[in-house]
């Protein structure tokens, strides 16, 4: 089964030196990848362009991708610290992260931001993955109230995507990160394979009925390691893992990339 395992480094390591020697470590590696999955790394913004072209230098580290955590929705402009996805398409970016918990928390972005964000990356040929969840006090409440959560979330942040035929062409990803899952939320609660293959079910069937989504993928994000990573790989439903603090630790993603390809 070909699995896409996205390395979330967020905001680290602290210099490109390490960056470029933890790419090297895991690159040697992928090497060996033969099985199809795709490997994909979403460093910060400073390090993509050298990790793009250490990559390239190396033949590609055996179809290694790279992610941005983050995109702006408008080509060019005065938008004073924002990227376009022109120019990450031009870096070489394969994929742009979009509406992670963390910026919905710490940049206070809407599902409005997000939604221009994801129909201007699909626009512009950029992989969108976009990130939902539901928050703890709505899981709390059971499991259809987390649905209609994420169903609620999936219907502003896709609004109008119906209508751009490139969707067809598999460029959107769903991410269902919980986000009382993720390792730095503080609740140490971690979410069942079960309760997110249910969730990533539910995903799917929404995909293809309300959008028309033929073959939709989907992630699931939360405190994934190297210990729990094949309870959610084993299913076929669930289409890779988008990994935050275990991807920065090399000993560790290693053994994830080792599970997957
Ligand atoms: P985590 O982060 O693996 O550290 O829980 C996942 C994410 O936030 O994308």
Redesign the pocket.
Known sequence: MKKIIIA?W?MAPASLKEAVSFLAKIGEYLKRNKSGSEIVIAPPYVYLESLISASAAAKGYGGLRFASQNVFWEEKGAFTGEISPKMLKNLGANYAIIG???RRKYAAETDEMINKKVIAALNEGLKAVL?VGEPLEVRKKGKKAAMNFVKNQLQKDLKGIKKLSIVGRGLLVI?Y?PVW????SGTGLVCSPDDALEMIKYIKKLLTTNYQLLTPRVLY????DSQNIQGFLKHNEIDGA??????INAKEFKKIVELTI
């Open positions: 979330n967020k992670h918990s963390e990130c991410a990160e899952s993720i390792s730095t994000g939360g405190s994934v988008l990994v935050g603090g275990a991807s």
